[in-house]
């Protein structure tokens, strides 16, 4: 990456009539796109941050300003705690896996074959698919009765057998996980083969000639390169990832109890099913403050502002 | 003599004065409604209806006759059921007036009611002439589920609730009577206390093994199971409250045996059956693969093959069972008027008067009638004409025992728990399902739920929630007589 | 791939095209075991849509149906319901275009003038953090003052607004590829700023603008929570119409499948189109010329 000012310095100097750069051109193209997050992401933050110093509930128009009470709920709220260690547990384990399988399969379509672009296609297709039907499909999928999948088990098994896959606890998560690193690893997969397809070939093929491995030329060469583009990728599953809502709503809608309940569940559960909108704000804010700290920290640590 | 000759003659002139008045209100309510509403010409009002087969009434026929009638245009709102409450509340909180009619849960009016979003009904029922077919109503759903704090807020429009259904052919069949007779040395009858219930399930189970049929099925998901539980507790004996303190009772010994029961049950069920909602448990019926069952009327039209040929109804899996179905109280007695609908008007609509104009129109002894009748309907008879009306009696061989039972389930039955914030206290329960069919101790469980509850009564206010509850359960339906 | 693993030249031509096709055949049947994984679900869903109730709610579960109803398809035509395919193409093709062309702009002015530094940058990423479900209510309220519910104007510019972050920082990482050199080239030749971000930037990153622009597309969609609350009767997605076939009383599953269907086949058909703009091609021999 080069920095600007060279590049600027030596376009003025190739315009010697003084015509400057129009300097105010690169703040005319971000125009539209600050115009629209304002106009969207303004209004609602400062709304939500004078709710959540309100104590507006179901029944009680309370608009009295009451502090930080809310704030300090926060703190007693054990549900709360549990949910956003349930959204990590599945974040931490789905991440890495649709990071490497996505990256495999890059691998396995870059080169040309015969019928590629029918596969990626094909592939791609969970993703496009609602996650609301994603989950509810999967519920069927592992459905005792009408599902094929505890059938398919009893063939290799030799007997029927019954796998209670969105109400059994040792069984909830695993069901939560496959689909949804079903319905999102396509995803991973589609970034990284546009920038695995980037790579400049010299560089690999000279390094071929060198006699380097596949692993070497992997992590010295191809791994830096398409680097700029796979940390975001992570960055962007990974924000995802922590609001993940409808596929665990439509396989065990947070449950049995509680135990697959995460963040965004719970808020939904507060905000939309109990009305307690100065309590959800504040909930919303303290997410945002967590993920914007973890965020910051993910975007230093991986270079993506540098 | 005279006396008493001026006193008939008194007597006859106040007959003849009485007759001649209610004639002139003899017109029918839902006459009187489209009357009216000839001022309303061209108008539109909208109303939120519950998504899917519900909504196929005002969409294809009572909203279209309501405009050929009166010229006055209705939009239908489809919402799905999950979240209605919130886009009511949200339209309320916003004062768009974009809902003039609305759909309403009995068990949300208190919330509703208290927090404004709803308009009281009884200056409209006066000034239209509703109030003696308001009465007909089936008393069980007109004075559990039309009122909160003391004033009308809805009209009661569903006759929702839990109903037995039996395979007749199994409990009439010698064979499995001897079998029967002689597994357990009782005579095969259908289960009136829970403990038979258990008893017979079990020994069908066994008996009717080879046949791959089970004794019983429910739909044992938590949103539906949750309505059982209140049901069951009650008809054991359980409070929810101890009425002095607002304590939640519900971990008391009796709740323990019921969340026990329920789970020794599904042993003789079919497998998975914890999964079950409401279709797999009606898809298990209609193919016969059940014996007993428990769910809302709409199982007893469709097993009979009623309506089950219409487009709208193909997704209904074909019964099998046909002629084959009983009908009765579930174990206990008092079944369980779950879930629901009144009609009601928004707080913050525009068009008050044509709208109520509408749902009195709807939910008149006349026009509801028919709507129940209708092929696709979810609707159930909620009106003691319902029951014995000719036309529905025809509709199928063992309508008449159909109808008979659900009137005795409208004399008997109990309705859900209603107080403030009531959803909060079933998402308790519906988690303690969840934790009951995860494998947890159910005294634990019930423990939680009940601490749960506590906490949510001391967060409303233990008075301001007593005097709901108190409230709830002076009313004919609460508690089992 | 684009490197093998052993470097030898001895190998004679036979045994390199056996290996060859050895390798060829590997990746086939890899390719295929994937497949099936991805696909299967959706077959079955789909297949939902030409069953009979029987078939769907029969145990043990039937594979395969007897034959091939279209009536499903035909009530959701009947019915109205299809338009809601409409809908939401019309909100996901508009918002996606306006998103990517504005979202590429701002994306090259991060990266070549480090505008607003990382501060900008990372405010514009904290747009997507905030769970949709706190600030639905005073979006809502917003609307009702505009007057945007339920009007394709106010979701289209809503889901543009949510996808910016998105096309934003996917861009950066594609532009930062972008050899300098090019633009450079371009401006001594004489184009302006504007002609060099359309006749350069923007065909030279077509791979990462195809596979954002898909997943914008994709997200814009599969948009749901803010389509439920700020549309009621006339912008009705196809998101929000197939949750109406989920009911307390009744499970619509043949209309569920048949309108999933329906609401996939666009999309497919747009990943399908777009396929050849993912693989690099000419350009690479300006640079090294």
């Known amino acids: ?34 115009f629209l997050l304002l106009l969207i992401g303004l209004f609602p933050l ?31 709220d054990a549900r709360l705690w549990q949910s956003i260690a349930h959204t990590l547990i599945i974040t931490i384990i789905a991440l890495p896996v649709e990071l490497v399988f996505g990256l495999a399969m890059a ?62 606890p040792h069984l909830v998560y695993p069901a939560i996980l496959i689909c949804e690193i079903w319905q999102w690893t396509p995803f991973m997969f589609l970034i990284l083969l546009a920038a695995l397809s980037n790579v400049d070939k010299s560089l690999t093929e000279a390094a071929e000639l060198d006699g380097a491995g596949f692993w070497r030329i992997f992590f010295k060469i191809v791994l830096p390169a398409i680097w700029p583009v796979m940390a975001i990728a992570i960055l962007i599953r990974g924000v995802d990832l922590f609001r993940i809502f409808d596929v665990i709503w439509a396989l065990t809608s947070g449950g049995p109890g509680t135990m697959t309940e995460t963040i965004s569940i719970y808020t939904y559960v507060q905000g939309f099913q109990q009305f307690e909108s100065s309590y959800t704000a504040a909930i919303a804010f303290l997410i945002v403050g967590l993920m914007s700290v973890i965020v910051i920290w993910a975007i230093r640590r991986m270079g993506l502002a540098k | 003599m005279n006396l008493i000759k001026r006193l008939g003659l008194t007597a006859v002139g106040a007959l003849i004065a009485a007759t001649t008045v209610s004639a002139a209100w003899a017109e029918s309510a839902a006459d009187r409604a489209v009357k009216e509403a000839q001022k309303y010409k061209g108008q539109t009002i909208t109303i939120v209806w519950e998504a899917g087969l519900q909504s196929l009434d005002p969409l294809n026929f009572s909203g279209p006759l309501w405009e050929k009638l009166t010229g006055m245009k209705v939009k239908v709102v489809e919402v799905q059921t999950a979240e209605m409450f919130t886009k009511i509340m949200q339209e309320y909180r916003a004062g768009t007036g974009a ?18 979003a709803l308009e009281p009904l009884d200056a409209y029922v006066d000034k239209y002439g509703y109030k003696d077919e308001f009465q007909k109503i089936a008393p069980i759903y007109r004075d559990n589920w039309a009122k909160a704090n003391g004033k009308i807020y809805g009209l009661p429009d569903d006759g929702d609730v839990f109903i037995m259904y039996f395979r007749k052919d199994i409990f009439e069949d010698p064979k499995i009577k001897d079998a029967f007779k002689a597994k357990t040395g009782h005579d095969l009858s259908v289960p009136k206390t829970w403990k038979e219930f258990g008893e017979t399930g079990s020994a069908l189970t066994e008996i009717l093994k080879p046949q791959n049929v089970y004794g019983a099925a429910f739909f044992r998901q938590p949103p539906y199971t949750m309505f059982m539980f209140q049901e069951r507790f009650r008809n054991e004996g359980g409070k929810f409250f101890d009425a002095e303190t607002m304590k939640a009772t519900i971990n008391s010994d009796i709740g323990v ?39 809302w009327p709409p199982y007893g039209r469709w097993a009979a093959g009623y309506g089950t040929d219409d487009k709208a109804l193909n997704w209904v899996p074909k019964s099998t069972v046909g002629g084959k179905v009983g009908y009765a109280l579930p174990p206990g007695g008092h079944p369980e008027l779950a879930a629901g609908f009144d009609l009601s008007i928004a707080s913050t609509s525009k068009n008050k008067d044509a709208a109520y104009l509408f749902i009195q129109w709807l939910n008149s002894e006349d026009i509801s009638l028919q709507r129940v009748k209708l092929p696709t309907t979810l609707r159930d008879p909620f009106r003691d004409s319902h029951y014995t009306d000719a036309g529905y009696l025809a509709l199928w061989p063992d309508a008449k025992d159909y109808l008979k039972t659900l009137k005795d389930a409208s004399l008997a039955g109990i309705f859900d728990l209603s107080v403030l914030q009531t959803d909060k206290y079933e998402e308790v329960l519906r988690q303690a399902i969840g934790k009951l069919w995860a494998g947890e101790d159910p005294k634990a469980i019930l423990d939680a739920a009940a601490g749960e509850w506590d906490g949510i009564t001391k967060k409303i206010g233990v008075d301001k929630q007593k005097a709901v509850y108190a409230d709830w359960a002076s009313k004919s339906g609460a508690y089992p007589k | 791939m684009g490197y093998s693993t052993d470097g030898t030249c001895e190998m004679t031509n036979f045994s390199l095209a056996a ?84 979202g590429t702009m701002c994306a090259y002015s991060l990266v070549r003038f480090k505008t607003g530094g990382e501060d900008f940058a990372v405010w514009v990423i904290s747009q997507r953090l905030m769970p949709p479900i706190a600030i639905i209510f005073p979006i809502f309220l917003l609307y009702v003052y505009l007057g945007w519910v339920d009007s394709y104007g106010g979701l289209i510019i809503l889901y543009t607004a949510f996808n910016l972050p998105y096309v934003i920082w996917m861009m950066r990482g594609y532009i930062e590829d972008i050899p300098l050199e090019l633009e450079e080239s371009a401006l001594v030749d004489g184009c302006s700023r504007w002609a060099v971000l359309w006749k350069v930037v923007f065909p030279m990153a077509r791979t990462g603008l195809f596979a954002t622009a ?15 609350v700020l549309t009621r009767t006339e912008v009705v997605t196809y998101t929000v119409q197939v949750t109406h076939y989920f009911g307390g009383q009744s499970n619509f599953w043949a209309k569920i499948a048949a309108m999933s269907a329906l609401g996939t086949v666009p999309v497919f058909i747009t990943v399908s189109l777009l396929q050849r703009f993912l693989v690099r091609g000419i350009s690479m021999g300006a640079v090294k010329g």
């Open chain 1, 1 to 34: 990456m080069t920095s600007a000012s060279p590049f600027v310095l030596s376009v003025i100097a190739r315009h010697p009539s003084g015509r400057m750069p129009d300097h105010n051109f690169r703040y005319w193209i971000i125009a539209p796109s600050v």
């Open chain 1, 46 to 76: 400062i709304y939500s941050l004078v709710v959540s110093f309100q104590q507006i509930t179901m029944t009680d128009y309370d608009t009295s300003f009451a502090g930080l009470t809310n704030y300090a709920q926060l703190f007693d």
């Open chain 1, 107 to 168: 691998h396995l379509f870059l080169e040309r074959m015969p019928g590629r672009q029918i596969f990626i296609s094909l592939i791609v297709l969970p993703t496009v698919i609602s996650p609301v039907v994603a989950g509810a499909t999967w519920r069927l999928l592992f459905d005792q009765r009408y599902g094929p999948i505890n059938q398919v088990i009893g063939w290799f098994a030799g007997h029927e057998v019954v796998m209670l896959w969105n109400i059994t």
């Open chain 2, 99 to 116: 809902y003039d009619a609305l759909n309403v849960m009995p068990s949300w009016m208190p919330d509703l009611a208290n927090a404004g």
């Open chain 2, 257 to 295: 045996k019921v969340l026990t029961d329920m789970r020794n049950e599904n042993k003789f069920m079919p497998p998975g059956v914890e999964q079950w909602g409401f279709v797999e448990n009606l898809a298990a019926f209609m193919a016969g693969q059940t014996a007993m069952t428990i769910s």
């Open chain 3, 19 to 102: 290996t060859r096709r050895w390798k060829l055949a590997c990746r086939y049947g890899l390719a295929s075991l994937l497949l099936v994984f991805f696909v299967f679900p959706i077959y079955w869903l789909f297949i939902i849509s030409f069953k009979t109730p029987d078939e769907i709610f029969h145990f043990p579960p039937v594979w395969y149906p007897k034959s091939f109803q279209f009536a499903n398809y035909a009530v959701l035509f009947k019915d109205g319901d299809a338009v809601s395919v409409l809908n939401s193409l019309i909100l996901a093709g508009v918002s996606t275009v306006i998103a990517m062309i504005f």
């Open chain 3, 214 to 228: 898909v997943f914008t597309f994709v997200f814009a969609w599969n948009e749901f929570i803010f389509a439920l």
